[in-house]
Structures are given as C-alpha cells and as structure tokens.
C-alpha cells in the first residue's frame, strides 16, 4: 500500500491549477491526487488532461459537485482542498470534516458569519485540521518585514498604514467575474484584503478588536462609466468587435486555459467569465478605507483602490523606538484572473524597505526577493503544507483556522460598518477572543 499522502480537490477553477502542479510535479513521491470534483465536467476533464500530459501515467477520477461524498468515500483522501467559489467554502470544508478529513482552503476561509460559525462547529465536532493558503505570508520581503518588527528596530508597534494598489489589469479583474457580486464574495474587503488583514496581524502579533470602514464603487460599473460620458453596448468582451480596442477587454480565446476552463464550459455552468467592467450587475466596493484597532491597542489605517495605474503596496508601521517602511510595486500580468508575476521582470518592479530610528539616521534595507508567484511566496508555502520534512519555520507562517477568522472578521465587520455607519466590536460578532484563549 502506498505511503504517500491522498488529496482530493474540489473546485476546478483557475486557483486549483496551484494544487494540482505542486501534487502531480512537485510532490509526485510523497502526494497523490484521487479525484477532481466540480460541477462542470469540462473543467475537471482539462484538468485531468493536465495531470495524465504531465505524469504521462494513469488519469484522475471525476465526480460531480452533487456527489462529493461520493468521491471522499471511494477515493479515501486524507486532505480535501477546497478552490471552489467562495461563498460555497464552508460548505465543502464542513462536510470534508465530517467525512474525516484535514482540509486545506483557499483564502478567503469563508464570507460571512454564519459560514464562519458553521466552520467552527465542524472543527469542534469533527477535530480535524483547517489550513489556510495565506500565501503573502511566505514572501520572502513580506517575511523580512516582521522579522525587522521583531528584532525590535522599531520598539513597541503603534500604528500601521498600509495601502494596496491594484491595477487596471489584476483589480478590473474582479469586475468581470463573479466576484463582481458581494453574494459570492463578500466584497474585495473580504476577498482580497483578507491577505492584507493577515499580514497585519501577523505583522504586530495581534488580533482586531474595532472595526469602522466606509467604501464606494466609485470607477467600476455602468452609472460610473455614464457620468463619465462613456456608454457600452456589449455586456461581454470575447467575440464582440466593438470591444476590440476596448483596454478592459479580456478575450478568453486568448489563452488556451482560459478558454478550456470557461468559454468551453458556458454551457454547462452558465458562466460569463469576461463581463463588462462597466456593465450590470456590480454590487461591490472598488475604492475602500477602514481603521481597526488591535487588542495590543496598535491602530491600523488601510485603504485598497482597484483601478490604480500601477500595482503594489505601501505600508508603514511606526513604534516606540522608530518607523519601517517599505514601498513596493509588483510585475503583473494578467493570467487567469490572479496576479502572477512577469518572469522577465521577477516579482517586483521595484521594491524599497527603510529603517528611521526615532533618534539617528534612516537607511535602506536590501530588500529580500524569491522566484514564483506572490512575490515568491508560492513554492515556500507550499513546500510548507505538502513536503514530508520541511524546513523549520521560525517566523510561524502556517495559518489556522482562527487566522482565517482574525483576517475575514475584519472584512465582514468593515462591511456591517459601511452599512450602519458606526464602529463594530469583532467580539460582539462573533466571539474571536475566546477562540484565541482556547487556541
């Protein structure tokens, strides 16, 4: 019998093709993967294409999204991974468990709080494990960026500003797929900042406590686009010609992966993955703010836009004995709707990481840089969750459940802020400082 460990992975969107490399290339002798499940048999064949081209042995079972027991029960996987849209994680995480598996999710861990409280019933009822893919984590500048934080060059953290750029490639990206719709996503402050919000906590050793947060669409969708004196008649771009010198357009006959894994399957899942970014309907925020205080009493102030013209990030954190800053602006290109990095010009245009002692003279920091994507944080993550011996982990990058709350809680509470107007206490939420207590 085999020694290796089995995962089975559900969801067969762009973000699965991660999982399915690292297992089928990466990992082949010590990770096995048992069987695709996803509600477009067109997917999960393209997949299957790809691990069969790649191993050039054996194919991979199939089972339907209405036949996910099914498929945990045949196929006896040890891990689940969960790639699927996000609303639907917790569903798929909670029923993973009950079947006795350890899941591994993708960000963000759920969207909202009833799924929240479903997740954390099945690991109190099932106790099995939950890791969440908080990539940003393992980025080796991100990394020397709370190593500095705890070599105490800046004494007792205070207050953190932090602002993330995404651009007219990777942020309208956003806007033509479903996450377009706060339903599926929870918004970009759910969705994306979700990473940003955990490299925060991460960063300062420290849990939110208050949350106030205001947002707008204020670029993206059709009023935006009108008041501008701009009016489209597609509500799509692949195959339009009037969309031709359109610089939103995404041709999804551009890419072969792009069209294997939607165009091809419209007819099966009713999926529009180009949608107008100026079209209906768009219900989430593009332009966004919010303050969090910390238990430790650090105070952050975060801002995300997603139509900037360049992408990356500028964050600060000043403390008793001083201030750390680094500004970075990252190669993107557009490829499946995820931000990769351009090869040719390694992870990050520039990058600039400062040091200013309270008393004395500021200076540079060589900035530490990877290969891969997310400024070279996939393969260390993932060289993490999937190698048998991996290396020590000093800096405690592997995510839990309760980080995976910590991060989403902020989002979600952002969200409750932008409608009520008024600050939200995380713990009048949902009761994050007793998770922690208990760990």
């Not at 750029?165 to 970009?188: C, I, P, V």
């Not at 490299?199 to 501008?228: H, Q, T």
């Not at 072969?256 to 107008?276: F, H, P, V």
Request: aromatic residues 10%; glycine residues 8%.
């Amino acid at each position: 019998m085999s020694n290796k460990k089995r995962y089975a992975l559900v969801g067969t969107g762009s973000r699965a093709g991660m999982f399915v490399r690292t297992i089928t290339q990466t990992y082949p002798d010590v990770a096995e993967l048992v069987g695709f499940c996803d509600f477009s048999q067109t997917r999960m064949d393209w997949y299957v294409k790809q691990v069969v081209d790649a191993t050039g042995v054996g194919t991979v079972p199939t089972y339907f999204a209405d036949q996910f027991e099914k498929m945990v029960r045949e196929t006896k996987p040890d891990v689940v991974i969960v790639t699927t849209i996000d609303y639907t994680h917790h569903d798929y995480i909670a029923r993973a468990m009950a079947l006795g598996c350890d899941v591994i999710t993708e960000k963000p861990m759920t969207t909202d709080l009833p799924k929240l409280k479903t997740i954390f019933d099945a690991i109190d009822t099932n106790d099995k494990s939950l890791t969440v893919t908080f990539n940003y984590r393992y980025a080796p500048a991100y990394t020397q960026f709370r190593q500095l934080v705890l070599d105490g060059l800046i004494g007792r953290p205070l207050l953190v500003d932090f602002s993330w750029l995404l651009d007219t490639s990777h942020g309208a990206d956003y806007f033509r797929r479903w996450h377009r719709e706060k339903k599926n996503s929870g918004g970009l402050l759910v969705h994306k900042a979700t990473h940003h919000f955990d490299l925060v906590n991460w960063w300062i050793d420290s849990y939110p406590v208050n949350v106030f947060g205001m947002g707008a669409l204020s670029f993206y969708g059709k009023e935006n686009a009108e008041a501008r004196g701009e009016h489209y008649s597609y509500e799509r771009y692949t195959g339009v010609p009037e969309a031709k010198n359109d610089p939103f357009a995404l041709q999804l006959t551009s890419k072969e992966a792009l069209q294997r894994l939607y165009l091809d399957a419209e007819k099966e899942t009713g999926y529009i993955r180009d949608r107008n970014v100026f079209g209906e309907p768009i219900d989430i925020e593009d332009t966004m703010a919010v303050t969090v205080r910390y238990n430790n009493g650090v105070l952050l102030s975060y801002c995300l836009v997603a139509y900037s013209p360049w992408e990356g990030l500028r964050v600060a954190i000043t403390g008793t004995k001083g201030r750390i800053e680094m500004d970075i602006e990252e190669s993107i290109i557009h490829l499946l709707g995820d931000g990769v990095a351009d090869a040719s010009k390694g992870p990050f245009k520039r990058a600039k990481m400062r040091v200013f002692p309270m008393f004395g003279e500021g200076y540079e920091v060589n900035v530490s840089i990877g290969e891969g994507g997310h400024g070279g944080a996939d393969p260390v993550m993932l060289e993490q969750i999937f190698s048998p011996n991996p290396p020590p982990d000093p800096y405690h990058r592997a995510a839990s459940h309760i980080d995976g709350a910590a991060s989403v809680l902020v989002g979600i509470a952002a969200n409750q802020s932008m409608i009520s107007g008024q600050m939200v206490s995380i713990d009048e939420l949902f009761p994050l400082s007793s998770m922690i207590e208990r760990g």
